[in-house]
């Protein structure tokens, strides 16, 4: 029996554009848990009743656990109900951000036909290949729409003036960011 031959080791460029935009779909999946949240919280009015409160904190148990696509179309359609501004773009944005998401963090990566460009192995739900080479500025452009794409979720999340919490700080905690 033969072995299958190794995956080519990517380049560090590719490799860190890669990481960074996976990183960004994790940021964006927390900002739509926490503008899930608030969205249908606001939904709720003062004067829910015990009944509806718990249905809805079942419901926000549930989402912790909810992938990044599910995660779209449950802040989709909370934007509808809530009428919370212009929804087309922006979800047309996100199911876009979703679609190269799968293909970021499931494609086998393979040289590209060109020097510094790589090809994404990857066959989608409805048995599309991706057809293009792609290389690191590439990916760092799917990274830079992701957290365009964060900050305007964020921004609805707080339009409605219920904010929630970052997950895992405190308010004395700061961000550690590499100086210089």
Known sequence: MTLPRAPDRLSDEMASAIGHAVSGFGFLEEALKRAIFSLTRQG???????????RWLKRMEDIADDSLGTLIDSFIAAMRRTRAGATDDLSARLRKLRNQRNLLC???WRPGREQGYWHPTFINTRGERYP???RAEDIDAIHAETLAVARRVVSIMRGTGIEGEWVGWDDDDEPHQKKG
Do not use: I, N, R, Y
């Open 44 to 54: 709720l009015g003062e004067d829910a009743d015990d009944a509806a409160l718990q």
């Open 106 to 108: 499931h494609a086998s």
């Open 132 to 134: 293009d080479d792609m």
